[in-house]
Each structure stands twice: as structure tokens, then as C-alpha cells.
């Protein structure tokens, strides 16, 4: 079926069942942010630009790894793709500087660009490094124990009270990357993470509640995403999410603790945005705050398997 008849029938499906507003929001991301991305694209903060140059090189590589076109297939498998990132690849060259930064990231982007110009040549080009099943990557070649990594998940639990004692910069420096780490949708990359160090003494705060975790936390991760970048209205949430549960394991293995803060309408992010110095496209879905636990807290037991969990075998 015609790639464009496949999304009337999407479109048809989503009006029937009521989902207007997300028709709504598809389309402004879509359709209208793409529109005025591609035409002004020097309007775009650095962020931005990196976050669509991945997104789009990450379409493009999945494109070539189905069998390539030939000469008779003018349009080939990820065409807009490829052709978006040669537009943005072109806004680069006008801002050298991110090639110092940014030099990782900009070479697997031209890497994938130059493969794709090859695959689209290259008749029968599947663009896939099969691995025997016997054969281990050198990235898996050091395992780590499923069981020690199942064991920290279930040892991970909310601290709310910490020692006023401060956090090495490598430690919060090494937080940060686990969160940078995590997936994010179609690789955009949209989540900024802003670390907030606390010095002590502080003023007390009576009673643990928000305002005095907020208070007593050695070092608070606000975690934004900018939502104008995805097209799916749940996903800059659940990338933000994802890249807090990275930073909560990997400070649990630092004998750290930390406690998820729900952000987003809760609090005034205008103001939040102008204390964090972060530019007015990005919201503040979630704050971790992470110190070294003052504390024993007893983690709440989990419902069973049973209750919250299903097996479907087909
Ligand atoms: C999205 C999210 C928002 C949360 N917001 C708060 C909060 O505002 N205040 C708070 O004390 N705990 C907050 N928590 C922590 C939860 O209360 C905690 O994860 C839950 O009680 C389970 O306990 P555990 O983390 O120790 O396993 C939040 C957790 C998540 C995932």
C-alpha cells in the first residue's frame, strides 16, 4: 500500500476514534515546526539542530538496511530523510564550532549520510553486519552479572533525607553521561540535563516534604526535553524518564540515593527555565534529587507478578 494512502487511513482511524487533539499535535510538530525548520534553519538553537540531524540520520540508517533501490527507484526507502540531513548537514558547515563539540556525533551522522549515498547505488546493498550466533561483539565481550544488575534494581529506593556532604564532580560528571546514555525516541536526543550543586550549611525547612527535599538535596538533576522536536506527544516524557532511571541505578551503585520529583505542571517553568539559565523551547519534566542517603528508608513492597505483570505466547 502507498505510503501516503497508509497515512489518510491513520489519519481517517485517529478522527474516528476522537484523537483530535493528537491529530492537532502531530501536525504542528510535523507538519508546520518541520516546515519552519527547513526553511529557516539558522534559527535554530545548537541543540536543536543536533537533536534533528540525529533524528534524521537515524531514518536514514534504518532505511539502508533494507535491500537497496536500483536504478529504476527514483525515491528511494528514507529519500526525505536523507534529503533533511543534507539540508541541516549545509547549517553545520556555517557553525564550526560543533564540530570541535559535537565531533562524535557529527561523524557517525556523515558516516550514515555517505552510506546511504552508496546503498541507493548499489543494487541488492543491505546495509547489516550479521553476527553468527556464536559470535560475541567486542562490546558484550566484558558481561556484567545479570544477577548483581537485578540485584541493585531491587536494592534502588527513594531516599528523602540526606548528609550535607558533597558529591565528587567525576561522580556527578559520570550521573550525567549514564543519563545522556539512555534510549531516546527515533534517536533525537531532545533531553538536557542540568545539574544543581548545593552547599551546606543551609536553612532548615521543618517536615519532609517537597520543599525541604528540594532544600536538603546535595545536588538536583532537572531533566528537560524539548517537546517541540517530537511529533509524538508522550515521547520527550518518557525520554525523560528513561534518562532519570540511568541516573538513579548508576547512583544507587555509588552507594548514592536519590528521589524522583515530578515537574512539569507542578511547578512554574518559566521561572525554573530563567533559575536553570535553559532556553524557553525546553520543559522540566522530572528533578532527581541525589545525595548520600541520611536514612534508612524501608522501600515500599512491590504488588505481585500476578497483579501487574502478563505472558502472552504466541
Ligand atoms: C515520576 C515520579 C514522580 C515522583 N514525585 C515524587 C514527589 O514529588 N515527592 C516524593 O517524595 N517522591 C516522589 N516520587 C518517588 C515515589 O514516591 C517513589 O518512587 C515510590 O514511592 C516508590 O518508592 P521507591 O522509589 O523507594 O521504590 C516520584 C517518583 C516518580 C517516578
Known amino acids: 500500500m502507498a505510503p501516503r494512502f497508509q497515512l489518510a487511513l491513520y489519519f481517517a482511524w485517529r478522527f474516528c476514534t476522537k484523537q483530535w487533539f493528537d491529530i492537532l499535535y502531530w501536525s504542528k510538530a ?132 540526606w548528609q550535607p556532604r558533597d558529591i565528587d564532580d567525576a561522580i556527578l560528571t559520570q550521573l550525567i553521561d549514564a543519563g545522556l546514555q539512555a534510549p531516546s ?53 518518557l525520554d525523560a524518564g528513561m534518562a532519570a532511571q540511568n541516573i538513579l541505578l548508576l547512583a544507587e551503585s555509588h552507594g548514592l540515593s536519590g528521589c524522583a520529583m515530578y515537574h512539569s505542571e507542578s511547578f512554574n517553568q518559566k521561572q525554573l527555565r530563567q533559575r536553570l539559565n535553559l532556553t524557553s523551547n525546553l520543559y522540566i519534566y522530572v528533578a532527581l534529587l541525589v545525595g548520600y542517603p541520611g536514612e534508612f528508608p524501608i522501600k515500599p513492597r512491590r504488588m505481585s507478578h500476578q497483579m501487574r505483570s502478563r505472558w502472552i505466547r504466541e
Not at 553486519?129 to 566484558?142: G, R
Not at 519532609?208 to 531533566?223: D, E, H, T, W
Request: proline share 7%; hydrophobic share 35%.
Open 185 to 237: 525516541s527515533c534517536n533525537r536526543q531532545g533531553v538536557v540535563i542540568t545539574v544543581l550543586k548545593q552547599s551546606f550549611p543551609r536553612e532548615q525547612k521543618e517536615g519532609v516534604n517537597n520543599p525541604f527535599m528540594l532544600n536538603n538535596a546535595p545536588s538536583i538533576f532537572y531533566i528537560a526535553a524539548d517537546p517541540s522536536l517530537y511529533p509524538e506527544r508522550q515521547a520527550p516524557a
Open 30 to 161: 510535523r507538519v508546520l515546526h518541520s516546515l519552519m525548520r527547513l526553511r529557516n534553519p539558522e534559527r535554530l538553537t545548537d541543540h536543536q539542530l543536533m537533536s534533528l540531524l540525529s533524528w534524521h540520520a537515524h531514518q536514514t540508517e534504518k532505511a539502508t538496511k533494507h535491500r537497496s533501490a536500483t536504478a529504476s527507484n527514483a525515491r528511494p526507502r528514507g529519500f526525505r530523510h536523507f534529503d533533511a540531513l543534507t539540508h541541516y548537514l549545509r547549517e553545520i558547515e556555517s557553525r564550526p564550532h560543533l564540530d570541535a563539540s559535537e565531533g562524535e556525533a557529527l561523524t557517525w551522522i556523515r558516516s550514515v549520510h555517505a552510506e546511504y549515498d552508496v546503498w541507493r547505488k548499489t543494487p541488492d546493498h543491505i546495509n547489516i553486519k550479521t553476527i553468527a550466533p556464536s559470535a560475541v561483539s567486542p562490546e558484550h565481550s566484558t558481561t556484567i552479572a545479570p544477577d548483581a544488575l537485578h540485584h541493585l534494581i531491587r536494592r534502588r529506593t527513594s531516599a528523602r533525607v
